[in-house]
């Protein structure tokens, strides 16, 4: 049976979002749109959870390795130049091709990785070029493939 979102929250560190993940009591996720979001009667959950203060929102280069982070929208990584000098630009125009501007601007990486029901161009190509995920929980973090992380 589905859940009603009663409660939201806006987080600002890691130790609330593991308390609320956590809580036996109240189902609670984190909400993340993909190009074909979820209609919120179908979530699944009673909290709902906005990432979008916790700075992750970002693409930067790091000892040669691109990092995106979970919250960074299509449209970012589209108009990305640091993403544009990267192999010929396919993965800002696999960004582009995902869906229209309106709804580019509205989802993120983590909500398209997290569509697990046929998400498009863009995990397509990061499964080629070998991309990594991060993934927490808690004080713990490992890196995981995304081929594994499907």
């Keep these: 049976m589905s859940k009603i979102v009663h409660n ?7 130790e609330t979002i593991e308390k609320l993940l956590l809580d036996e009591n109240a189902a609670a996720g984190p909400i993340m749109l993909s190009t074909r979001p979820k209609e919120v009667f179908r979530r699944d959950i009673e909290t709902a959870i906005d990432l979008s203060e916790m700075g992750l929102s970002y693409i930067s280069q790091e000892n040669g ?11 970012e990584i589209a108009d990305s130049e640091l993403l ?3 192999v010929g630009g396919m993965i800002c125009d696999a960004a582009r091709k995902m869906a229209r501007i309106n709804m580019r601007n509205q989802a993120v990486l983590g909500g398209v990785l997290s569509d697990f029901e046929g998400s498009g161009t863009l995990p397509a190509v990061l499964l080629v070029l070998n991309a990594a995920t991060i993934i ?4 713990s973090i490992r890196v995981e493939s995304l081929d594994s992380f499907f």
């Design 65 to 75: 390795l691109i990092r995106i982070g979970s919250m960074t929208t299509l449209q």
């Design 8 to 14: 939201y929250c806006r987080p600002t560190d890691w």
């Design 136 to 139: 927490r929980m808690g004080n």
């Design 84 to 86: 544009a000098g990267q």
